[in-house]
């Protein structure tokens, strides 16, 4: 008989466990609950966090996040207003805002994930179309950040937008949002992930920036060449004027070292006879020495001043 009370206590304790963890639910803080009947909902969502009850066996709780959601969009290649094809790769993130009308409409996350292809992928497909490439990868109309002439030829090659990237995605979120306000969710922020060239657009684009390297190389080169030649005529102008100044002032030096000596040939001349006399003995003996040697024969009057000298040896 005891063995009997306490299997029937058992199985009471086990139904009332059964019934327990049938009637009672747990909400978290980062869930939020529908509950449903025969797979219709009752009642509005349970946002609360705490411990719940639900009617047993009839009803069943439907946990949706309520944290922020990751949506991450397959790359795509798509053709810009200025017929350039491009690879746009894109995410969003996105939050459940009406538990209701989300079990209602998409029921779960791959359903939601499946709708916010379409539409993300739509939205993204239309700005890209209506929109220039410099509008997509540009957000603001800035000034070139280096200085000298490769600014200048940049800023020069800088498109002015009137648009600008973060514009056209804030444009995304608005019309998305319009497109899935009945859907309980909300599209918090979307963002291009990565823009790239087609493959077959990428090697014009490497030409052009070739050439465009090449044009400030030229450019560069060309201001060299101008300043090299500026700085030789300087050179040579400067030289040519430093040679005339040289030159004159050596033949100022030459007129008066020849003023002074003639001065002193002059000076020694006049003085007395004697002094004449000696004075062109010198000079007949430097005469002598300079043009005579051992083996120079001459062929002189007797009456030559040159020979005067030479008589009285003997």
Known sequence: MKELKGIGLFVVLGVIALIATQALYVVSETNQVIITQFGEPRGEAVTEPG??????????????????LEWDGDPNQV????????YVDTYARWQITDPLKYFERLGNERGAQSRLDDILDGETRNAVAGHDLVELIRSTNREASQEGVIADIAQDSLQSISVGRGVIQDQIVELANQRAEDLGIEILDFRFKRINYAEEVRRTVYDRMISERNRIADKFRSEGQGESSRINGE???????????????????RGRADAQAAAIYNAAYNRTSAARDLYSFTKSMEAYRNTIDSETSLIISTNSEFYKYLNSID
């Open 79 to 86: 053709p810009t207003k200025d017929k350039v094809f491009i």
């Open 235 to 253: 050179k040579e102008r400067e030289l040519l004027r430093i040679q005339s100044e040289a030159f004159r002032e050596a033949e100022t030096i």
């Open 51 to 68: 411990l719940k009850v639900k009617t047993p066996f009839l009803q069943k709780a439907n946990y949706f996040e309520k944290r922020y």
